[in-house]
């Protein structure tokens, strides 16, 4: 052997996937590096250590060398025999399904994801470079998910349909049409060994036999609890609830994600919130081996965690990221869902989320949520399911406070009929829909039919609900925003109790209706002119918002601009224009700059400098 030829280096490769192919393999390296005949017979016959053997020749190997020690996935049979070391003469990798750092003391993991999209591309021209362009590899590419077993299979299969070959857009459709995971299970044929490492249906299965061996069969239900949800992060907190019981008992649940994290099944991140992460082509290849008989316990129960996660009754508060990421696994589980009765309750969780997240002021993730669920139910359970109206009617309100007024007028406008034809005049339903779409008529300027369906909201409710009653009182409230000047000044000065304390007296001080009727009060005495009697009660009510949802929700915001209009009103120019210019800042960030609600009040500010400087002029 040349000088030259000695010092490349070589590459070994080992399966330890058990004792008896480890220990072939292993003396095969050794024989490979210079073990005679009589050393390997005495190691196989256990007159020598085998890896005693093995190690003396690779320590003295001339060539440097990489031992790849593949399908690791149990490593007590590495520590058993004393098989894994160190060597001056090389590096050891090991591949292993069993990521738990316990097992590995001393060594460097390296944790083996997804392809980078440019790189998964390349996989899939790379194996079947004829069958389609780069934008078509990298969109299949991502809707395997970039796992590389998913695209060695996907590009085996295009590459060896001989008799009618296939394109990249006949595959990415197919995967539309039919089970995916048994159209990717078909490229196993072209691989040299078919087995279950082979085999996207099967390759999961070999680490959850493994646990099961280690006692924890309950990992196998944890995840197939885990593939009713989405591939997006999934809180943690979600999995804290007795309801998982009917699944697999809760003081269980910590020791089979254990489980599930050490083999790699799912990931532990952290994004603001405590998440797993589970990926996608995982997650389909486990819902498509869920047995048939399961399948309604496990959907039962993700609801039902659902359900305990989400607010009973929304409230309003500052945004909350754990609810956000909520929503993609809502609109998973309904995709999954089956059974009518199931489906309605998982639409009912859906809606309510949107409300939650509508009244946090996340009102893009509330649209899209509702808009989303609206569409994917309306098929199963019909267009005039109340839930799938509902769903529509969330979407109309979310729609409304993202200045989107035509578009929510005209969805409004269609529940509202439908809810009227379908469920009556005073159902409570049909009012909800008097009063969303009184406030979008107001705002595009008819007034006239705006106000009707405002007071029929508040007739209805006072007969089906009582007058005392939160919804009653917070569409009184409405009045003072809305009605003509010419009419506000009677509902003032008329009523026997001022509405704020009436809510008071109803509701307690510190109730969110109370509070929003006070601010609502302060309005209508502002658009009377009356700036005394409004503007400490308007101080009061901006800083109670700050101090309840934080200074950046919706109803902070318009607080605190109503309060600076007052300023500006009475002469305090210095503080209007500093809290005004908060507002747009505010609203720029939060709504952007095109939203009409920034757009007023950029006029509001100018307006108030331009008061300001006529002011120091005279």
């Avoid at 320590?59 to 070391?85: C, K, T, Y």
């Avoid at 944890?222 to 999934?234: I, N, S, V, W």
Wanted: a negative charge; proline letters at 5%; one cysteine or more.
């Amino acid at each position: 052997m040349s000088p030259d030829r000695a010092a490349d280096p070589i590459a070994l490769w080992v399966n330890a996937a058990n004792r008896t192919t480890l220990r072939s393999g292993m003396l095969a390296v050794a024989a490979d590096r210079g073990a005679v005949e009589g050393q390997l017979l005495a190691a196989r016959n256990g007159l020598r250590a085998p890896a005693d053997l093995v190690w003396e020749r690779l320590d003295q190997s001339e060539q440097p060398w990489l031992l790849v020690l593949d399908n690791a996935d149990d490593p007590a049979i590495l520590q058993d025999g004393g098989w894994l070391r160190t060597s001056p003469r090389g590096t050891v990798l090991v591949t292993t399904r069993q990521s738990a750092a316990r097992w590995w003391p001393a060594v460097e993991l390296h944790h083996v994801g997804v392809l980078p999209r440019e790189a998964a591309a390349q996989v899939l021209q790379d194996l079947a470079p004829e069958t389609g362009t780069v934008e078509e590899a990298a969109e299949i590419a991502d809707r395997l998910g970039r796992l590389p077993l998913a695209l060695t299979l996907a590009g085996g299969f295009l590459a060896n349909q001989l008799i009618d070959p296939w394109t990249m857009a006949k595959y990415s459709l197919q995967l539309d049409g039919r089970n995916g995971v048994d159209l990717i299970d078909q490229g196993a044929i072209a691989l040299p060994r078919e087995d279950s490492r082979h085999l996207l249906s099967r390759t999961w299965q070999l680490s959850l036999d493994t646990l099961a061996t280690q006692g924890l069969p309950e990992s196998t239900d944890l995840l197939r609890l885990l593939a009713c949800y989405g591939a997006d992060p999934l809180p943690l907190a979600l999995l804290n609830n007795t309801e998982i019981n009917s699944v697999l008992s809760r003081p269980r649940a910590d020791a089979a994600l254990r489980g599930l994290l050490d083999q790699s099944l799912t990931a532990a991140i952290d994004v603001g919130v405590r998440c797993i992460q589970t990926h996608g082509v995982l997650l389909a290849s486990v819902a498509a081996g869920t047995p048939r008989e399961q399948v309604t316990t496990l959907t039962n129960t993700a609801t039902r965690l659902l359900d305990a996660a989400v607010p009973a009754v929304p409230e309003r508060g500052p945004q909350d990221l754990q609810l956000r990421l909520l929503a993609p696994h809502v609109l998973a589980l309904l995709m999954q869902a089956t059974g009518g009765p199931v489906l309605a309750e998982a639409l009912d969780v859906a809606v309510r989320l949107a409300i939650a997240l509508h009244r946090t002021s996340d009102y893009l993730s509330a649209c899209e949520l509702a808009t989303a669920v609206a569409g994917m139910t309306s098929p199963r359970l019909g267009p005039e399911h109340r839930l799938v109206l509902s769903a529509h009617a969330r979407a109309a309100r979310a729609l409304f406070r993202l200045g989107r007024f035509e578009e929510s007028e005209a969805l409004h406008r269609r529940v509202f009929m439908e809810r009227e034809r379908l469920f009556g005049a005073d159902d409570l339903d049909t009012l909800e829909s008097c009063f969303g779409m009184s406030q979008v008529l107001n705002l595009l300027g008819h007034q006239s039919e705006g106000n009707a369906l405002l007071r029929r909201a508040i007739a209805g409710r006072q007969r089906g609900l009582g007058a005392g009653h939160p919804l009653t009182l917070r569409a009184r409230a409405h009045l003072f925003e809305f009605l003509p000047v010419s009419d506000l000044a009677s509902e003032f000065d008329n009523a026997a109790l001022p509405l704020p304390q009436d809510c008071a007296e109803q509701l307690g001080p510190d109730h969110a209706v109370t509070l929003g009727a006070r601010l609502n009060y302060a309005a209508g005495l502002f658009r009377l002119g009356r700036f005394e009697a409004a503007v400490d009660d308007s101080r009061l009510v901006a800083g109670e918002y700050l101090r309840r949802h934080g200074g950046n929700h919706a109803i902070s915001i318009s607080a605190q601009m109503l309060y600076a209009q007052l300023q500006g009103e009475l002469g305090e120019f210095d503080l209007a224009i500093e809290l005004m210019t908060d507002v747009v800042n505010k609203r720029e960030s939060s709504l952007g700059v095109e939203h009409p609600y920034t757009s007023m009040s950029y006029e509001l500010l100018e307006d108030l400098r331009a008061k300001d400087a006529q002011q120091a002029a005279d």
